[in-house]
């Protein structure tokens, strides 16, 4: 069981657990992205392993009824592997989900994944004409281009900060212009993607300027936060009618993310330190 220092950011350890917490959010209004922890597999076996495992959860997101979809990282289902591998096991999944009518999410690595991302969601979502979603980063130079290319695919498209760290040919560096870069991809995204535009991201800056945009255009979005950061925003924006969904982490690999998480803001390291020292 995880401690419940933990419990803020994960959502347990097993699936079921996991759709317990998707039940309690659905009352309020607001669904669910259920990723299973893991990353960066170098053998085939646990790759295959967890590409099962999302199989199953896909099954159980249905049997239950719960408003939920998947999130899937390449490097957990075989990209440090070899790109055959993730594209064969991200087929699988994608395959289970249009079966199950749940919608499968694939997460953005760091750069040197882009390509290989880009590639397998370009043939799914095309096969499958939609039904599957990709990340792309706005700290990345390259992303006007991608958003251009992603503009006449099916399929939705989620645009965050990133979070890895990237060289300065590649990435900009510094937060004004990642920003910057944010504002101008969601415009373009409004304005090109009919499917609708996904807005990754805790900025209540981004999140008003993307009402601003759902305005001008009509074009329907959604919001999308992490479990356990502005919890209460995340109620809020749903009882505005916005639609919310919270990407929710669990399995047995809880540990290093929730370092992660406890490591990024100074507020939530407070937290930790209170759940620890019990005040
Ligand atoms: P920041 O630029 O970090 O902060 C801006 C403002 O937001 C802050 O000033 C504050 O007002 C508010 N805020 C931010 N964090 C907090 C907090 N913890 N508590 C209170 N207020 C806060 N990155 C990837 O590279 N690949 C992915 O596939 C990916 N998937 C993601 C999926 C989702 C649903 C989300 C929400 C993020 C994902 N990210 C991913 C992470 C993303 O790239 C950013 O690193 C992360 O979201 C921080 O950027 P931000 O836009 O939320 O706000």
Excluded at 9 to 27: D, Q, R
Excluded at 123 to 148: F, P, S
Aim: proline letters at 4%; charged letters at 30%; a negative charge.
């Amino acid at each position: 069981m995880i401690p419940p220092i933990a419990s803020r950011f994960v959502a347990g350890e097993t699936p079921a657990e996991a759709i317990a917490h998707v039940e309690e959010l659905n009352e309020r209004g607001v669904n669910a992205i259920l990723n299973l922890l893991g990353e960066h597999y170098h053998e085939r076996p646990p790759a295959d392993e967890d590409a099962q495992a999302y199989q199953t959860l896909i099954e159980d997101i249905d049997q239950s009824g719960v408003d939920a979809c998947v999130s899937v990282k390449p490097s957990q289902i075989g990209l440090d592997i070899g790109e055959e591998v993730f594209a064969e096991n991200f087929a699988d999944v994608v395959e289970t989900g249009d079966e199950h009518d749940v919608f499968v999410w694939v997460d953005m690595e760091d750069h040197e994944t882009t390509d290989a991302t880009l590639d397998a969601f370009e043939r799914l979502t095309t096969e499958h004409d939609g039904g599957v979603g990709i990340c792309v980063q706005a700290n990345l130079k390259r992303t006007g281009e991608d958003l251009e290319r992603l503009s006449d695919l099916p399929g939705k498209v989620r645009l965050v900060k990133g979070a890895y760290d990237e060289p300065a040919e590649l990435a900009y560096q510094e937060k004004s212009r990642v920003n910057e870069a944010y504002r101008d991809y969601l415009e373009f995204m409004f304005r090109e993607f009919e499917d609708g535009v996904a807005v990754g991201s805790h900025d209540p800056e981004m999140l008003e300027y993307a009402r601003e945009l759902h305005d001008e255009y009509g074009t329907p979005y959604e919001a999308q936060m992490l479990m356990g950061v502005r919890d209460d925003a995340q109620y809020d924006l749903a009882a505005e009618g916005v639609e919310v969904w919270q990407y929710v982490p669990y399995g047995g690999k809880w540990l290093s993310y929730f370092y992660r998480r406890a490591m990024e803001r100074k507020e939530n390291l407070l937290f930790a330190l209170r759940a620890v020292l019990g005040r």
